[in-house]
């Protein structure tokens, strides 16, 4: 990648972390707008696959709760077994 000088005329090789300086210097609402989208992109996108897989294992979101504290109890449970009436 590579400049051409405005005075000169000439090209200078530039590196992408010069350029990325010179965006942030010069763009900072443009860097912030960016960050802001990839974070939200980086949000939906694991919603998206979150969903897809109840998609896949054929349940709603309520029911993956319900499996969940029923799996945690039977496990509390075997753990620490009640006393037996006699």
Same mark, same amino acid.
């Given at each position: 990648? &590579? ?8 090209? &200078? /090789?530039?590196? =992408? +972390?010069?350029? *990325?300086?010179? +965006?942030?210097?010069?763009? /900072? /609402? ?13 949000? +939906? ?5 979150? =969903? +897809? ?24 449970? *075997? ?8």
């Amino acid at each position: 990648m &590579s400049v051409r000088n405005r005075t000169t005329g000439e090209l &200078s /090789p530039v590196t =992408h +972390l010069v350029v *990325a300086k010179w +965006l942030v210097h010069n763009h /900072p /609402p443009l860097i912030g707008l960016c960050m802001s989208l990839t974070l939200i992109g980086l949000v +939906l996108g694991g919603f998206l696959v979150y =969903h +897809l897989y109840l998609v896949f294992r054929n349940t709603t979101t309520n029911e993956s709760f319900k499996w969940k504290d029923l799996a945690r109890e039977i496990k509390q449970r *075997a753990k620490c077994p009640r006393a037996k009436a006699t």
